[in-house]
């Protein structure tokens, strides 16, 4: 069963969901949401996290526009209101918020020291930025929409990185991800998936778009490569 836990910010606290291994020590996956905040469909990623053997953080990213959302993907109207939130999200000072939730999970007693971030759509793009702006052990990004905005951090990506996109992603499009790629192709530390036919959010749970082979094949490239960083000694 997970739980929450509060992390103190400047002035402030903002919620971290958690889900625990069988096992530990282990290592700390930091799991970002997209626009719909931490909702069922994360939390569920960070079970299967823990069931791979890893501790999974999940943070509230809107803590400062509105804390403790979580909307489902369905509703024309929360949909809206996710996107609304995303548009005035401060990217800066995320980065600033995940980076605290990385130093929490290394400074866990339970956690073997090492610190991963992946994300989704918004959770992926943060994903990058931190691992571009910050010190982290790992990174993996889900359709990180918003990715090609961002190319200027790449010189600075140190992390070992994969990054998972759709072909017909339909908020990725071709030019953008050829972007991302022209970017990218020289850091030996990254590695970008692409999955045939998929549109955006084909890993979310129940999405409309939900590909069961892909998001089954990149969860798999994902366990395989955090447990690369994050557990060897």
């Known amino acids: 069963m997970g739980e929450y836990r509060q992390l103190d910010a400047v002035g402030s606290a903002f919620g971290v969901f958690i889900e625990w291994p069988r096992t530990m020590p282990a290592p700390v996956v930091v799991v970002l949401h997209e626009v719909f905040g931490v909702n069922e469909d994360m939390r569920q990623s960070c079970r299967e996290f823990a069931e ?16 403790g959302l979580d909307l489902n993907h369905w509703s024309d109207e929360e949909w809206k209101k996710g996107l609304a939130l995303y548009e005035a999200y401060d990217f800066d000072q995320g980065v600033l918020d995940v980076a605290a939730v990385v130093a929490m999970g290394r400074s866990l007693p339970e956690g073997n020291g090492k610190v991963g971030v992946m994300g989704y759509c918004l959770g992926g793009l943060m994903a990058f930025l931190t691992a571009a702006r910050s010190r982290v052990d790992a990174a993996v990004a889900y359709y990180g929409g918003g990715t090609q905005n961002y190319l200027g951090d790449a010189h600075t990506l140190q992390s070992p990185m994969i990054m998972h996109l759709g072909t017909q992603d339909e908020f990725i499009s071709p030019e953008a991800q050829d972007a991302i790629k022209t970017a990218l192709k020289d850091r030996d530390n990254v590695t970008i998936y692409g999955y045939p036919g998929c549109s955006h959010a084909f890993a979310r749970h129940t999405g409309t778009h939900y590909d069961a082979s892909a998001a089954e094949l990149a969860n798999r490239r994902t366990y395989e490569f955090l447990r690369r960083q994050l557990m060897a000694n």
């Open 52 to 67: 791979q053997g890893f501790i999974a953080l999940c943070p509230d990213l809107f803590w400062r526009q509105e804390p």
